[in-house]
């Protein structure tokens, strides 16, 4: 018994997710001091999760491994502006991270049963 199409297809996801998370920390750090290590950070990220997310898409479909991917990345991205960049983290934010999680986690659920 090996691992189902659709949860390698999800490991693709989660990957592109984490490099992507990678690139916009790297360009927040580009952004504010540019140097070739930020910008290694912010061109690798991003490349690799296109790539990943591509890959994804042979065994997940393009309409979920994207939303997925693009749900997970802006919840990410706010919360890693917030914890290392001093974003503002009011009630609004947080609910609507909340309301991102909750749609990922429903497509996943909606994906697993099919």
Known sequence: MGISYITIGWIFVALASVAELVGVFGLSLYSQNRTLINRMLYYGGIFASFALLYFSFRFLPLSIAYTVFTGVGTAGAVTLNIIFFNESKN????????????????????????
């Open 91 to 114: 009630i609004k934010r947080v609910l609507s991270l909340v309301a991102i999680i909750v749609g990922v986690v429903g497509l996943q659920l909606v994906t697993a049963t099919q």
